[in-house]
């Protein structure tokens, strides 16, 4: 087994996307700092390498987040592999049930897995979602509401939350 990939170009900027034999195991921006080291730990734990090619589910992917950046899609359908710690995984799937045009806090996301100390595990755990948009690891944002913490930057976080209508565009006021 490998792991395809392939660049795919979306409104917020080139992307890359992983996928195995029937799921899509990375969806990063290409400008991401720890790029690298999420495609090592991908590696390790799908026990294989990385080859740029084509893959039956890129254009379902493709597809998808066209559909989610023209406002057409707010669930994805596409299958995902996401492998890592056990708290890892619980905190990615606490992630998919964070609803479109929807935020939490980190403190409310380590109240939902569980455990209210954990909000600095909770929020690294949060930071090594290798899918990013499809596991919306950028709905959390700090309790006082303000932007924190995205790999894809904080920009991006906030294009998305508006995207969602989570977050009103800066000079809108709310109502």
């Known amino acids: 087994m490998i792991i395809s990939v392939k660049y795919i170009h979306t409104p917020l900027g080139e992307m890359i996307a992983g996928a195995t034999g029937e799921a899509i195991c990375l969806l990063e921006f290409h400008d991401r700092e720890i790029l690298e080291k999420q ?18 589910l890129f254009t379902q992917l493709e597809q998808e987040l066209k559909e989610y950046f023209d406002q057409k899609r707010t669930e994805f359908t596409i299958p995902i592999a996401y492998l890592g710690s056990p708290f890892q995984e619980r905190v ?39 899918i990013a948009i499809i596991i919306p690891c950028h709905r959390v944002i700090g309790s006082n509401g303000e932007m924190t913490g995205y790999g894809g930057k904080i920009w991006r976080k906030k294009a998305l939350l508006e995207l969602e209508g989570a977050i009103m565009k800066q000079g809108e006021l709310f109502g």
């Open 39 to 56: 495609k090592e730990r991908l590696e390790k734990y799908f026990k294989t390498e990385l080859i740029e090619q084509d893959h039956p």
């Open 92 to 130: 990615w799937e606490s992630l998919l049930k964070i609803p479109y045009g929807a935020t939490r806090s980190y403190a409310q996301q380590s109240e939902l897995i569980g455990d209210k100390k954990a909000i600095r595990a909770m929020a690294k755990a949060n930071g090594d979602n290798r």
